[in-house]
């Protein structure tokens, strides 16, 4: 066992080095994600089931924002540290979003932690990520290439498979969910009406050797994840007396913040 600090100090002085101190521990990686995650970190730990959060995106034919529930997934990050949080959900490939995001990525998601009472505004670009034999594929693989080559991601070890982690979130769904993908267009005509709907799988399950696939490769075929870069977030504290509010937003890879009025 070392000698305590304390006996070190003459040592220290006739050294000249008593304004030294030893070398502080690195910081744990957590410490390097924006204090707006960290926040929604603590609130969804002791809420783990508020998961649903509002995107609203604007569709070119109309100046309408047109605004849907989602569920959050998870976070990632391209990167080998947590500067650069990524939202993810999912989606179906055939709904309308996916050609408004097409046309104008720009999106805004509403976040009411009821438990916390607490509500997060985060403003940011929003790209679907679908099957690579999709042919929207391509309306999207640009603005992947962009966000992967982002100046403050130099420190990632290697490209991010974006395939795997569909494949990966598809496969965690339940197979309720995966028979959703199996429907048809969302937002079509229901020809037939409840009748036609009752035909619809109710689950779908993943085919064994010799089992028909048909169903599982439809679903898989229109299912897509849905990953929203934030930019800007403003985040309301309604717990607290007087109510605190915060804005944040990134700049040159740097999450900077101010105190609003709430």
């Excluded at 730990?45 to 604007?58: F, G, N």
């Excluded at 395939?163 to 937002?187: D, H, I, N, Q």
């Excluded at 010799?210 to 504290?237: C, K, Q, Y």
Aim: charged share 25%; aromatic share 8%; with cysteine.
């Amino acid at each position: 066992m070392g000698a305590p600090r304390y006996y070190l100090l003459p040592v220290l002085c006739c050294l000249g080095l008593a304004g030294w101190r030893p070398p502080e521990e690195k910081a744990p990686m957590h410490m390097n994600a924006p204090r707006w995650k960290l926040a929604l970190d603590k609130a969804l730990a002791a809420h783990p089931k508020a998961t649903v959060i509002q995107m609203a995106s604007l569709d070119v034919n109309t100046p309408v924002p047109h605004v849907r529930s989602l569920v959050f997934r998870a976070f990632i990050s391209l990167t080998d540290d947590e500067t650069h949080p990524l939202l993810l959900a999912t989606t179906d490939v055939r709904s309308p979003k996916t050609t408004q995001l097409i046309a104008n990525p720009n999106v805004q998601v509403v976040w009411w932690i009821e438990g916390a009472q607490e509500q997060y505004r985060i403003a940011g670009t929003a790209r679907v990520i679908p099957a690579p034999s999709q042919a929207l594929h391509k309306h999207f693989v640009h603005t992947l290439v962009e966000l992967q080559n982002q100046p403050q991601n130099k420190k990632r070890v290697s490209e991010f498979d974006w395939e795997a982690k569909r494949l990966e979130t598809f496969r965690s769904m339940s197979p309720y969910m995966k028979a959703s993908w199996c429907r048809p267009v969302p937002g079509s005509r229901l020809e037939g009406g409840q009748d036609e709907a009752k035909r619809w799988p109710v689950e779908v399950f993943e085919p064994k050797d010799g089992e028909d696939t048909s169903s599982w490769d439809m679903a898989l075929s229109n299912f897509a994840l849905l990953v929203i870069e934030p930019r800007e977030v403003d985040h309301i504290e309604l717990a607290p007396v007087p109510n605190l509010r915060t804005r944040y937003w990134r700049t040159d890879g740097v999450w900077r913040d101010e105190e609003l009025v709430p």
